[in-house]
């Protein structure tokens, strides 16, 4: 793996989805400066955004610790996942628009790494704030990069988060779980 040029002595934050419009991607490189150096942003995707967000690092002077992986084949997303030290889905939405759950948080914590979601969405869905990761205000900087630092800074937390996440996919989003919810519906 390379050919990701991903460093072994840095802490890592994901983000994990088509470049087209805002997951966290852009927010995050804008973030990225207060934040400490050792920490760097795993951007996982390629889309129409790819070029400018690119342009967009370097203006903020974070380019250095950043990588753009591009389409990444579905074979190396347990990579990914496994390289990351925390994953953030920062989604923000106009009025009248939403997302649904994310499966990039599911596949994190299924990977036993905790996550960061944004509170506007079915994002926050994937969480058990405290438990497996925490929801935060999609935007709200001071919020978001205090936690990544609390996070951090305590590293045995942020393990037992990931441990944890894993259990919650398994209680909540199995292929039974799902199976049953399905058949609660359609009677």
């Known amino acids: ?4 040029d991903i460093p072994k002595n840095k802490k890592i934050i994901s983000v994990i989805g088509r470049l087209a419009y805002d997951k966290g991607q852009k ?7 207060f934040l400490p150096e050792e920490i760097i942003l795993l ?3 390629s889309g129409p955004k790819l070029e400018e967000w690119k342009e967009f690092a370097k203006v903020q002077g974070v ?6 992986t591009g389409r990444v084949p579905e074979n190396d997303f347990v990579y990914m996942y496994n390289v990351s030290d925390l994953v953030i889905y920062l989604s923000e939405f106009k009025p009248h628009e939403g997302g649904a759950l994310p499966l990039v948080l599911i596949e994190a914590s299924s990977c036993e790494k905790p996550i960061i979601a944004s509170n506007e969405d079915g994002a926050a869905e994937a969480v ?8 935060v205000p999609a935007r709200d900087r ?13 590293p045995s937390l942020l ?8 259990e919650y996919v398994k209680e909540n989003f199995s292929f039974e779980i799902f199976r ?5 519906i359609l009677k």
């Open 142 to 154: 001071e919020i978001i990069t205090d936690k990544i630092k609390y996070l951090f800074s305590n």
């Open 27 to 33: 927010t995050m490189i804008s973030f990225l400066k």
């Open 1 to 4: 793996y390379d050919k990701y």
């Open 180 to 184: 049953k919810k399905q058949e609660i």
């Open 63 to 68: 380019d250095k610790r950043v990588i753009f």
């Open 159 to 166: 393990k037992q988060m990931g441990k944890n996440g894993r």
């Open 128 to 135: 058990k704030e405290g438990f497996n990761g925490l929801v």
């Open 43 to 45: 951007n996982v995707g």
